[in-house]
């Protein structure tokens, strides 16, 4: 009995073999053929960069593609969100995702068309913008993906659900897309699917990693009150700079003594503020953190135990209950991304197929977030996958892996995508992974 689920994967992926067998040709026909005009999408989008809940052009500018391509699209849903429809007879739903948004970085990578965009953020500042962690590779990805499969309906039957996420870097746009009913609104979907730029693999390459892909990230800032008083005093105070040092250094502890040692688990203290001066004790302290894990449960136990660790350190100092610590957890914490394994060795056998399976590396999991992980986490469950796609010259690995010498990483401002083959690989390997869903068997 326990080889009949495998048996049946088998059959899934000898199937498609046969199906690709047809299709490929004119896959790489029309990536090939697209290629300059994708291009030309990707400058634009690189050179107009939008942060998170200002995509205003670039949702319009993604949607209007969409439009081009036969989809029925819906824009400023759930903010800037955009949803695309192509409906071609019955089968299953998939769900494909970019994300819109740019960061405030300063982009310095030298390129002909390297951003020069500038804008306010929500708090007023003047920031420069820069699509720092490839979302312009993305976004261009996803349109030579959609054109592909609309111009190869003879080959597929089911329903295309190619959603634009705004304000992922804030981790907001899942969620709000979510909440204005993308679920209920249009076609529930079977299962969702969503690449991402890798700043470590060879353009060319697609990366891969069943089970826990990224992680759960929360952002906590805490508030740790005294008494001030003189420096040479102290006696007279309660000092919140040694209270912030023994609530750090009783932090490490979550990891070190309460989380089993098979479950990941960060707690980084990464910003401490607190005083003005020499010989003065200050009244106030202010932490900066970051929790990271996997698992719901461990993420939970974090939590509770911070704030568990953080008021016990304030007792043991004295401090009263009106100046206890404040403990804020921000709300725009990320939940992990889980790949569904089944779904993903599946896909995996297609795009092998499709980009060659010595193109595929096995990737292990990263405590970097997203919040791609919330389309599969509604009731019931939807199986989920996001691979990773190689952005850099295979010389550049070399060198790198020979001197040691670090490569610019997802929101470096040095980080510089290669365009061509990228973007062909991201639209081919796509493509193959749809196809293998709603591909006529």
Same mark, same amino acid.
């Given at each position: ?307 568990? &660790?953080?008021? $016990?350190?304030? %007792? ?5 209950? +009106?100046?206890? /610590? @404040?403990? #804020? ?71 790198? &892996?020979?001197? $040691?010498?670090? %490569? ?5 401002? +040095?980080?510089? /995508? @290669?365009? #061509? ?21």
């Amino acid at each position: 009995m326990k080889l009949l689920p495998a048996l049946l994967l088998l059959a899934c992926q000898v199937t498609w073999s046969v199906h690709a067998a047809d299709l490929q040709p004119a896959i790489l026909a029309k990536v090939d053929a697209d290629y300059p005009r994708l291009f030309d999408l990707y400058r634009h989008l690189h050179t107009h960069p939008e942060i998170s809940f200002q995509e205003v052009q670039t949702a319009a500018r993604i949607a209007d593609e969409l439009k081009q391509a036969g989809f029925e699209v819906t824009t400023k849903f759930g903010g800037n969100g955009i949803v695309g429809v192509l409906r071609n007879g019955p089968g299953p739903t998939v769900l494909v995702r970019t994300d819109l948004d740019g960061l405030p970085v300063l982009e310095e990578t030298g390129l002909p068309y390297a951003s020069k965009a500038r804008t306010k953020d929500d708090k007023g500042n003047d920031v420069p913008v820069m699509h720092a962690c490839a979302h312009d590779i993305h976004m261009a990805s996803f349109i030579g993906t959609a054109r592909v499969l609309a111009t190869l309906r003879a080959g597929w039957s089911g329903t295309l659900v190619f959603i634009g996420q705004p304000a992922e870097e804030r981790v907001g746009g899942a969620k709000s897309m979510l909440a204005a009913g993308l679920y209920t609104r249009f076609p529930r979907p079977d299962f969702c699917l969503a690449l991402h730029a890798a700043s470590d693999l060879p353009a060319g390459t697609i990366g891969y990693t069943e089970g826990y892909a990224l992680a759960n990230a929360d952002t906590v800032d805490i508030l740790v009150r005294g008494v001030s008083g003189h420096g040479a005093w102290p006696h007279m105070t309660k000092d919140p700079i040694v209270l912030s040092a023994q609530i750090i250094l009783g932090l490490q502890t979550i990891v070190s003594r309460e989380t089993s040692p098979t479950d990941p688990a960060v707690v980084t203290v990464g910003s401490i503020h607190g005083g003005t001066k020499h010989n003065i004790i200050p009244e106030e302290v202010r932490l900066q953190l970051t929790l990271r894990s996997y698992s719901d449960e461990v993420r939970e136990h974090s939590i509770a135990a911070l704030k568990r &660790i953080v008021r $016990g350190q304030a %007792l043991a100092a004295g401090i009263p209950e +009106k100046l206890m /610590p @404040v403990v #804020e957890v921000s709300e725009e914490g990320a939940k992990s991304t889980f790949n569904d394994p089944a779904l993903t060795k599946r896909l995996m056998g297609a795009i092998g197929q499709a980009v060659s399976e010595g193109n595929l590396v096995a990737k292990q999991p990263v405590m970097g977030a997203e919040d791609f992980g919330l389309f599969g986490r509604t009731e019931p469950k939807i199986p989920i996958c996001m691979f990773w796609l190689g952005t850099i010259t295979k010389e550049s690995v070399t060198e790198s &892996i020979k001197t $040691g010498k670090t %490569l610019p990483s997802l929101h470096s401002s +040095k980080f510089a /995508p @290669v365009p #061509e083959p990228t973007l062909k690989t991201g639209v081919t390997a796509m493509t193959a992974a749809v196809l293998e869903l709603v591909g006529k068997k």
